[in-house]
């Protein structure tokens, strides 16, 4: 590390990416930490995916020298990376390097044939290559070419989503090697200049004047967010569904900041609604178009609902990357309308596939009439589907039963029934509360689909307890039993309406 590269001022490649994003965001990071809130558990699941991906990405490279110093230990990655180059190390993974006060620690380096230069390879668990993606291949092209690392080509290897796992996961075929030296050339070229404003701005005691923009979600959304959107209403123009968020930021611009002072010229029916809801803070209930919907129906009903998890990494065979893996199904069933209950329920243990046992308990449990209930069946019908596909064997009864999938989201989506505190949205954790006060999930050990997948994927590791293993499967029926449940009150709600 040069004299000129000191910690107190150096940049890290995440901090440079966040500064290009926002200068504001940047000067808080190293200023304010203290404003960043804990970061949320479906936010994190998504970091941890990310960690596995990159270190299963060196068997894509094999043979390298782990660089194994920590974010804490700068000197010593360095000086680490400096002497496997000297031992003639060929591929080297997590190499730290600084130049112009910024550090890096790239995923993989490795050897050209004729060793004299280095090729660069960026990780993603991502299945594209984003504008994004190549700014961090830029500066990371800037800063080893800087310290003494002559770049040959630089590449992006990202998930081919196309892979499906048949044994071991193959490194070759999981990852997609995408050329990108050109773009990311082209790139670096605004590296210094940029670098220049951001110390710029990061040398002033005061935070930036910088107002809210698109930029609080693009490319990534913004951890300082609830720090600058303070002042932003409760209930404001933001939560308006189905508009543009440029409008959005140009009623805010020109003063109106909740909806219920949205002008209602050029909206859509649906946010026409939700703002004549707002202002009269009434629910809008179309009865006739609810009773039409409802008249779709034959029982008997099974109100169907499926929890899953979507891992870069398939865990199983016949998967692909990020496919959407059922492991729970709940059904409730009813015979006829304001009958009694029957509760028909799955659950992978974690241990195995769970897929063979729910689609062969689906197969058994949905009859071959009667109309099958979801909330936004859309994505029912893509599980159904996947499992009619994996499992030829239960394929007929599976896709009947996607074909007579009824979708409960429907009349809430199409704004058929508009409440006040539903705030532009519909989802069923939103209008449960509303239709059906006596029920939440507030209480429930797992209370969303995050929690839920997170409690599965421990049940997939060897580390627990069987007092914990029973207690987690005890959870997470609960809680889809709940989902299920809450179809049918909701449904008994709309048929009171209608």
């Known amino acids: 590390m040069s004299k000129t590269e000191t910690p107190a001022k150096m940049l890290s490649k995440s901090q440079f990416i966040r500064g290009k994003q926002c200068h504001k965001a940047l000067w808080l990071y190293r200023n304010r930490k203290d404003l960043i809130p804990e970061t949320p558990a479906a936010l994190q699941m998504i970091f941890d995916q990310g960690h596995e991906v990159g270190i299963f990405a060196q068997k894509r490279f094999p043979g390298g020298v782990l660089i194994a110093e920590d974010h804490t230990q700068t000197a010593q990655a360095l000086t680490s990376t400096q002497a496997a180059v000297k031992a003639g190390a060929k591929v080297l993974y997590e190499a730290g390097a600084v130049y112009d006060n910024v550090l890096i620690r790239a995923d993989i380096i490795a050897k050209t044939k004729d060793d004299k230069a280095w090729d660069l390879i960026e990780v993603k668990s991502s299945t594209e290559v984003k504008d994004v993606y190549l700014s961090d291949v830029a500066v990371q092209l800037y800063v080893l070419e800087g310290a003494g690392f002559p770049i040959r080509k630089a590449f992006l290897m990202h998930i081919n989503n196309e892979y499906v796992r048949n044994g071991p996961i193959d490194p070759q075929g999981l990852f997609t090697l995408e050329d990108v030296t050109k773009e990311a050339r082209e790139l670096r070229k605004t590296v ?25 979600f693009t490319p ?5 967010q609830a720090h600058c959107w303070a002042k932003v209403p409760e ?4 939560n308006l569904g189905g508009a543009r968020m440029e409008k959005k930021f140009g009623w805010w611009r020109d003063g109106i900041k909740a909806v219920a002072d949205i002008p209602e010229a050029g909206l859509s029916r649906a946010q026409g609604l939700q703002v ?21 129906l034959a029982y008997p009903l099974y109100f169907l609902d499926f929890e899953t998890i979507n891992l870069a990494l398939p865990p199983y065979d ?33 241990r ?29 019908g893509q599980c159904l589907e996947g499992l009619a596909d994996a499992f030829p064997k239960y394929a007929k009864s599976l896709l009947l039963a996607k074909r007579r999938l009824w979708d409960l989201a429907g009349p809430f989506r199409g704004s058929l029934y ?25 209480e429930l050990a797992i209370g969303d689909g995050t929690e839920a997948q997170l409690a599965y994927l421990s049940l997939m590791t060897d580390s627990l307890s069987a007092n914990k293993r029973a207690q987690i499967l005890k959870n997470l029926k609960e809680y889809c039993g709940q989902d299920t449940l809450a179809m049918v009150k909701v449904l008994a709600n709309l048929q009171k309406m209608s």
């Open 276 to 296: 004549r809801v707002a202002k009269s803070n009434k629910p809008h209930i179309d009865a006739a178009a609810i009773a039409k919907h409802l008249d779709e």
């Open 418 to 442: 508009v409440h006040p505190e539903f705030r532009g949205r519909w989802s069923i954790k939103v209008v449960l509360p509303t239709l059906v006060p006596s029920m939440s999930y507030e």
């Open 220 to 224: 990534y959304a913004c951890e300082f």
């Open 352 to 380: 195995s596939d769970p897929r063979p046992g729910l689609a062969e308990r689906l197969a058994e449990t949905i009859g071959p009439k009667g109309t099958v209930i979801a909330y936004n069946a859309g994505f029912e």
């Open 318 to 350: 016949g998967l692909r990357p990020f496919q959407q893996m059922p492991f729970q199904a709940s059904i409730h069933i009813q015979e006829r309308e304001g009958g009694p209950l029957r509760h028909v329920e799955y659950l992978g243990d974690g």
């Open 192 to 216: 210094p200049e940029e670098l220049k404003a951001m110390q710029a701005m990061l040398a002033e005691s005061h935070v930036p004047a910088i107002d809210i923009g698109p930029h609080c």
């Open 235 to 238: 209930y404001s123009v933001f």
